[in-house]
């Protein structure tokens, strides 16, 4: 049975702030702060397991291995070397899962396999490092031949950021699909992550029925107020999509486009007079994810920091008293990730697949949970220093650490 898997990213042991993401707001203001591997990694554990004790089927993906010798090698990093390039090979980004990849379910596809394409993140090197080794990972969580279609990433000169800038529509999870590519147009103030010809590439390759396609424009009003991706300000689940009024260039024609190709679209729209847009990027309302519950309703589940706004608050409170098709409210702290911009919905992948095709390796359960908890426990670094990138002790507790989750998880083959 084709049931929605969220696949969230083990924050790794090198999670730190450097102020990489030009045009992310959060990693910006918090570039140089000491940072808390421990607690970053059983935040984002603690909302897998509540997610599981939903009923939710839990997957996860493993951080990937740092820091990047390879790419500390192939810049020549020394220490004349500009900081930004040796925190680059330190970066633990690949926690944002929703930037691993761009998923279509295989109801989606003309040869009925699911099809992943690992996104380039060419846009900045500490996220450009990722795909080799994000493929790697996704080729053998995604093994079976007779349902998975694994590809290279689109090539780099047009940026791909996965999952993040892609919507699907649908009835139920398992049904036929229509899938909403958003991009950005290049040109403003902060890069536009998401080229259009890599959105319209993937489409492409994975198949999809041109009729269940729809490209959409970001509002580049957004990218400016810092929502470098679409899931800063929409979220899509089943026929629903939860959106700030000035997400895209065009709000009416998205939304038309949408309902030409999907009919029985549900808009649920935020007022900028009820949350400006400042506020939903600082609150990372939208960076939630929507999920449907057993009983068919659907959750919400939003960062803590939304609790600490007012204006989110008394919109969240309206929006339960509605008779609308969002029913609960879930807050989960993840303050590790949003400090540098990756709310609960960043957090994750979701693939759209028959759980028994999918390496059980790669799938959560609560003894494998209480497992990964206590490596977490006994490895991962209490706090990095800011001045602590480089370090050859911490590089090795890193690695080690790293290894140690591996081993638990008797995944030795990505080592
Ligand atoms: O690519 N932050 C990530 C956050 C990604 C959030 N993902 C989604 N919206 N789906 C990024 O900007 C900051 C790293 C640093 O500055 O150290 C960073 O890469």
Redesign the pocket.
């Known amino acids: 049975m084709l049931r929605e898997i969220n696949f969230d990213g083990i924050v790794g042991p090198s999670h ?6 030009l045009g ?1 707001i959060a ?1 910006a203001s918090h ?1 140089g702060d000491p940072s808390y591997p421990r607690a970053a990694a059983l935040q984002g554990l603690a909302k897998m397991r509540a997610n599981m004790e939903l009923g939710l089927p839990q997957g996860f993906l493993l951080p990937l291995p740092r820091p990047n010798s390879a790419l500390l090698e192939a810049l020549a990093v020394d220490r004349s070397a500009d900081r930004a390039l040796l ?1 680059a090979a330190w ?1 633990a ?1 690949s926690m ?1 899962t ?2 691993a990849a761009t998923v279509s379910p295989a109801p989606d596809t003309n040869d009925g396999l699911c099809h992943l394409t690992p996104a380039n993140l060419a846009t ?1 090197l ?2 450009a490092q990722e795909w080799p080794d994000t493929k790697a990972q996704l080729a053998l969580a995604f093994a079976d031949e007779a349902h998975f279609a694994v590809h290279d990433a689109i090539p780099g000169s047009f940026g791909d950021e996965g999952a ?1 800038n892609h919507m699907r529509f649908c009835e139920g999870h398992g049904a036929p699909g229509v899938e909403v590519f958003v991009y950005g147009r290049p040109g403003g103030k902060f890069p536009a992550r998401q080229h259009e010809q890599a959105s319209r590439a993937i489409a492409r390759r994975h198949g999809l029925d041109p009729e269940k396609c729809v490209f959409v424009e970001q509002n580049p009003e957004a990218i400016e107020a810092g929502a ?2 679409n ?2 300000v929409a979220v899509a689940n089943e026929r629903v999509l939860f959106t700030h009024a000035r997400a895209f260039a065009d709000q009416r024609g998205a939304y038309r486009a949408i309902r030409e190709a999907f009919l029985a679209l549900e808009v649920v729209e935020v007022a900028e007079d009820d949350v400006p847009l400042t506020e939903a990027i600082a609150t990372y309302l939208f ?1 939630a994810q929507l999920v449907t519950l057993g009983d068919k309703e659907m959750a919400l589940i939003v960062p803590s920091e939304c609790q600490e706004s007012e204006a989110v608050r008394t919109y969240l409170d309206s929006l339960l008293q509605k008779a609308g098709p969002i029913r609960r409210v879930i807050p989960v702290d993840v303050r590790q990730s949003m400090a ?3 709310g609960p ?2 957090l994750r992948l979701r693939v759209v697949a028959d759980p028994a095709t999918v390496d059980p390796r790669f799938l959560l359960d609560a003894d494998k949970a209480e497992r990964i908890a206590r490596v977490i426990e006994q490895h991962w670094p209490h706090e990095i220093a800011p001045g602590a990138l480089g370090d050859s002790a911490l590089a090795e507790q890193v690695t080690e650490a790293r290894a140690a989750l591996l081993d638990t998880l008797d995944l030795g083959e990505l080592g």
């Open positions: 730190n702030y450097a102020g990489l993401s992310n990693s570039g925190a970066s980004s944002w929703a930037n900045m500490h996220r993040a470098f991706h899931d800063v960076n540098n911009g990756g919905a960043c």
